[in-house]
């Protein structure tokens, strides 16, 4: 009988400093499990603003295409041959205002993909992040505007929305 009551109470007392050591260990665990979190999110997020960055370098590619094939148009003879016939530059004004409006949606959704990115990045303080972000942003929007510029010329002057 004593023996058992003994081993109870000494149980009774591991189990009692058991009980705050798990409760401790618990609470540090969590720390932990918080702080890995936080880690996977940044790298995510560090993952998910290069794929942007490298999708925006993509657009700007693309831009430049759409510049070269522009001036290619432009410098065609069979085009200034067809301008003598109505129709025909009718058709490319409205060509180059399609691809103005294209070209102003496209600008429109990546300026406001890189200010959400940048305040992503705020968030996280990444300072490096967030200065690449407006340096790729800065370069869209020159490459951008100048294709603004020329799309604009390109129409004989006309803006989208004039009819």
Same mark, same amino acid.
């Given at each position: 009988?004593?023996?058992?009551?003994? !081993?109870? #109470?000494?149980?009774? @007392?591991?189990?009692?400093?058991?009980?705050?050591? *798990?409760?401790?260990?618990?609470?540090?665990?969590?720390? $932990?499990?918080?702080? *890995? &979190?936080?880690?996977?999110?940044?790298?995510?997020?560090?993952?998910?603003?290069?794929?942007? $960055?490298?999708?925006?370098?993509? #657009?700007?590619?693309? $831009?430049?295409?759409?510049?070269?094939?522009?001036?290619?148009?432009?410098?065609?003879?069979?085009?200034?041959?067809? %301008?003598?016939? &109505?129709?025909?530059?009718?058709? !490319?004004?409205?060509? !180059? %205002?399609?691809?103005?409006?294209?070209? @102003?949606?496209?600008?429109?959704?990546?300026?406001?993909? #890189?200010?959400d990115a940048a305040s992503f990045a705020a968030v996280f303080g990444d300072?490096?992040?967030? &200065?690449?972000?407006? @340096?790729?942003?800065? &370069?869209?929007? *020159?490459?951008?505007?100048?294709?603004?510029? %020329?799309?604009?010329?390109?129409?004989?002057?006309?803006?989208?929305?004039?009819?």
């Amino acid at each position: 009988g004593e023996e058992d009551g003994g !081993a109870s #109470v000494e149980g009774g @007392e591991e189990n009692g400093g058991g009980r705050l050591l *798990a409760e401790r260990s618990s609470t540090e665990l969590q720390d $932990i499990e918080k702080e *890995a &979190q936080r880690d996977v999110a940044r790298r995510r997020l560090g993952r998910r603003m290069e794929e942007l $960055i490298e999708s925006e370098v993509q #657009v700007i590619l693309a $831009i430049d295409r759409l510049c070269e094939l522009l001036r290619g148009l432009a410098e065609d003879p069979a085009l200034r041959l067809n %301008m003598h016939e &109505q129709h025909a530059s009718v058709d !490319a004004v409205t060509v !180059a %205002m399609a691809l103005c409006e294209v070209h @102003e949606m496209l600008r429109g959704q990546l300026a406001s993909c #890189v200010s959400d990115a940048a305040s992503f990045a705020a968030v996280f303080g990444d300072v490096r992040t967030r &200065q690449s972000l407006g @340096e790729w942003h800065s &370069q869209f929007e *020159a490459v951008a505007s100048r294709t603004s510029v %020329m799309i604009h010329d390109r129409a004989g002057g006309r803006v989208v929305g004039d009819r």
